[in-house]
């Protein structure tokens, strides 16, 4: 049982009928002919095929990705961000967030005087540590706060770059929000202190905001770095650079079948921006990603024969997410050695565990790090993948692990209390 | 009328419908109850999608891409080279062939104690310039001979490494057949000797298979290195190092809007086998993609209700293709100041082009290159776009352009019409 990747779709929920269907008309246009498909998919296919060259999806289509879609995502994020103006000329599209990840650290890497340092949060997933090693750039590690919600506190931030100073030249912050693993969302005033921070240090932002979309806290909404960084004021605005990205893979569409993301850069060089989108171009979304993108930032709208359907699948996906959210706080908080704390958005929770003395001793006998070890034991005991905190950094001397309450609820129980019940026996058999 | 880039479905070429309807099946299965999609594609759809997870192709599908595919790949390569064995765990796929080179260069590069170099053919596509500069390793360009039909030459082949030894350390040769921009096939005697010198010279063969698909020169059959390597015995099989890589965005399925290629390797240690696939993998084709992969390498077969229209369209793609080339060879050959090399396979010619001295003079003023120069002047006087042979690299002193005979018939006699009349006006008016 898969708990340790944040497999949408392969966990059970399920697709958006009017992108798959979408999706399929624009692979097949002769299905603009056939019956089985609603009227307004095919309008919406149709309005996307008229702006395709030659046959359809199998073209380049580069006007399509590079104009068209570019122009769909700036009215989007300024729908998202009350009003506030996005240029499609600072939006490229890309394939995946690794690749766009590691194109931003690659271009900001230099050796001279001193290596370029990267300030990440601990913990992170772990695509950051591999962007970092293959661009050969520094960690700085800043720690988030666990006891207090994993909240980002920026005197920590402080602390870490001070250090890094020591060693290396600091020169991007990256912030994931909300956050994977630790599922938190940070509060707006929080966002404000990171950008005032930002703007002391000239420090360039990464905002990973992949995770928009799956925000269901009550009182804790999503806000993005970009609407608060022109919310700030144009001393702040008109100079904090900001790279900000999310993904179609990550959010309540989870298409990893047709995989797209993008970034808007906010006061970065054009000629900075021209290299970034440069490494990052090959890592193009297919067309039919940038089909699916297409569909999100223009959904159907009120009245349109979709409308309701989309709402609902869209609606039913959060609400799932929500409610295996809840349900994990409320077992989890039953056991005795892990501690969870509140999951106000994204598909993944980091719980602390307790691993006994002997355990952490048998584990390294073995050559493995303790909570290696714990989620080896699980497995073989319960058949439930987990990912190891260490993957994604955790304070010394704490254990956690990486779980996704993707799966339907009935079969998250069933994991949920097979962990439970393990961790009981565990803490038993090497107290 | 854009020449300029290999967008086969882009410009015009009809795509493969058996392709168009399962990956259409697969983006929306409700389509396999549709009486308008045939039975065989359904049934091909069907085969596939009981291999996918959760709901389809919007799941990560990690066995799927990373077990069934290879399999289907290795089978493929075994049936296309006589029976020679491929082995599954040595083949990965890629979303994009660039993606694929850049990986393939960073994971040579090394700065001690001096950098790495890589043999390139002169001329080439510019992926391979850039995919150099971002890994920091030094171009070593060999020319190949265009007196001779773009044939590749040992002996210039050996020029060039004892000239890259001086300046840095050459541990890679890539080779590119069929040619891009140069359309030739190598001969099996060429690629004998190319392996022999690179198991003399210790060098990683890096093959650049992806246009094999695109042979219609008569006589001149494509050879797969990885064939003529084992043809040559264990004294060779067992020790030179191959990487050999296509697409199916560049072969008679062009389907960019799926995109997806795949690597095989030999003779590679595991260990590196691993990194190399590491810095590949997010870069993954979509599902969508590995699909399209999956109908390639196991296609409808006699007696399927698809077979003949799939063949069909198949083979008019490979004859359109080949009757293009026909059409330009015949109509360049009767232009003063055009000389175009015979086109054996891919999509592409590089034909040599006469710039009077008065051109080369007046775009110096310019700025420009002079080729660059020509291409300029043909768009503005045309609505021709052309690629300027500068950016593939030339002999000293010569000048060229790049251009698909991808468009239909009728359209590409009136492009290359229009290069004919050009040329003489501009031949005209500089001399």
């Known amino acids: 049982m898969k708990c340790h990747i944040g497999d949408l779709y392969g966990m059970g929920q399920k697709p958006i009928t009017f992108v798959q269907q979408v999706a399929a008309i624009c692979a097949y246009p002769e299905l603009l002919q056939s019956a089985s498909m609603p009227e307004d998919s095919k309008r919406k296919a149709q309005s996307i095929l008229q702006g395709l060259e030659g046959f359809g999806i199998g073209g380049y289509n580069l006007s399509y990705i590079s104009y068209s879609i570019p ?167 008109s100079r904090v650079q900001l790279i900000s990205c999310f993904s179609i893979s990550q959010g309540f569409i989870g298409e990893y079948g047709l995989s797209a993301g993008c970034i808007e850069y906010v006061n970065i060089d054009p000629l900075v921006m021209d290299c970034t989108t440069n490494t990052i171009t090959p890592g193009h979304p297919t067309v039919l990603g940038h089909i699916a993108m297409d569909i999100l930032m223009a959904p159907p709208l009120p009245g349109d024969p979709s409308y309701h359907s989309f709402m609902e699948e869209k609606q039913r996906t959060i609400e799932s997410l929500a409610e295996n959210a809840r349900l994990m706080e409320e077992i989890f908080c039953q056991v005795p050695g892990i501690y969870c704390s509140p999951i106000r958005g994204s598909m993944y929770a980091f719980p602390r565990i307790d691993i006994p003395e002997k355990a952490v001793k048998q584990a390294q006998e073995e050559g493995m790090e303790p909570d290696v070890f714990f989620c080896y034991k699980l497995l073989e005991e319960t058949g439930v993948i987990l990912a190891a905190g260490s993957a994604f950094g955790q304070a010394e001397g704490t254990y956690h692990f990486r779980l996704t309450f993707l799966p339907p609820k009935k079969k998250l129980k069933t994991i949920l209390q097979s962990i439970k019940d393990f961790q009981k026996k565990f803490l038993e058999e090497y107290s």
């Not at 000329?89 to 001193?114: D, F, K, Q, W």
């Not at 300030?119 to 661009?135: I, K």
């Not at 870490?160 to 599922?183: D, F, M, S």
């Open 71 to 237: 122009e769909k995502v700036a009215k989007f994020i300024e729908r998202r961000d009350g009003g506030i103006p996005s240029n499609p000329r600072n939006i490229v599209t890309y394939h995946g967030a690794t690749l766009c990840i590691r194109s931003v650290m690659g271009l900001v890497a230099t050796n001279e005087p001193l290596k370029t340092g990267v300030l990440v949060p601990v913990p992170h997933y772990p695509v950051y540590t591999n962007a970092l090693v293959l661009a050969d750039v520094v960690k700085v590690p800043y720690q988030l706060d666990e006891g207090n919600d994993w909240v980002l506190d920026v005197q920590e931030l402080r602390r870490a770059l001070q250090e890094g100073r020591e060693h290396c030249i600091p020169k991007v912050l990256c912030i994931i929000n909300p956050g994977n693993p630790t599922g938190q969302v940070q509060s707006r005033k929080c966002i404000e202190d990171v950008i005032r921070f930002a703007a002391e240090e000239s420090l360039l932002l990464f905002a990973d905001e992949v995770l928009q979309d799956l925000v269901f806290g009550a009182g804790h909404d999503f806000h993005s770095f970009k609407k608060v960084l022109f919310e700030m004021g144009p001393k702040y605005s």
